[in-house]
């Protein structure tokens, strides 16, 4: 409903805002890092996200609108919160959760207050697939045999095999030797498969 604010910056905290807008105080929670992003200039755009629920109406703010759809992001998986996200946001910066998501980094998400080792297996199985979309990266741990990883891919699906079955057997095979032509690639994963 509230897409951004733009106005006064009334009140200042590591942990909120007070925005004024045509007369009206807004109170927008925000993290660490768009605390470290916004200065001290008088007139400020945040981009928010409301949440609404049945006892309250609360307003969160972002410098980035990067930071926000990571935000969103979190608040997707089960178990997340808007306060753990926001404190994961205020942990690590938006790039740092969006790349240890991307490369199944674990004991980084796990780094984070509050969030346990299931949690963080949790964030990484439910958005990896999303991020790796939405910001149109590939996998970080092999981003030189991309093609070589996607043609083995192609030639398993023509085969027969389900993709994302395949998908697992060639990231391993890949992983363990990034230099592997794509017929060897075929070949190690049809010994898998």
């Keep these: 409903m509230i897409t951004h604010l733009k106005g006064k910056l009334v009140e200042k905290n590591p942990t909120y805002l007070v925005v004024e807008c045509a007369g009206i105080g807004y109170f927008v929670n925000i993290s660490l890092h768009t605390f470290s992003k916004i200065g001290d ?10 949440q609404v629920k049945e006892d309250s109406h609360t307003l969160y703010g972002f410098m980035e609108k990067s930071e926000r759809e990571i935000f969103r992001l979190l608040l997707s998986v089960s178990g997340i919160g808007s ?10 910066t938006p790039s740092q959760i969006r790349d240890a ?9 796990q780094s984070i207050k509050g969030i346990g080792a299931k949690t963080a297996q949790r964030v990484i ?4 697939d999303k991020v790796l979309k939405i910001y149109g990266i590939d996998e970080l741990s092999v981003p030189t045999n991309n093609t070589n990883k996607e043609e083995a891919l192609s030639a398993l699906e023509v085969l027969g095999f389900v993709r994302k079955q395949a998908e697992k057997v060639v990231e391993k095979v890949v992983s363990q030797d990034p230099a592997l032509s794509v017929e060897d690639i075929i070949k190690i994963a049809l010994k898998n498969l």
């Design 41 to 50: 200039s008088e007139n400020v755009q945040v981009y928010t996200h409301l």
């Design 83 to 92: 306060s753990t996200a926001r404190t994961m946001l205020s942990s690590l």
């Design 101 to 109: 998501i991307a490369a199944g980094d674990v004991p980084t998400i």
């Design 125 to 128: 199985l439910d958005l990896k």
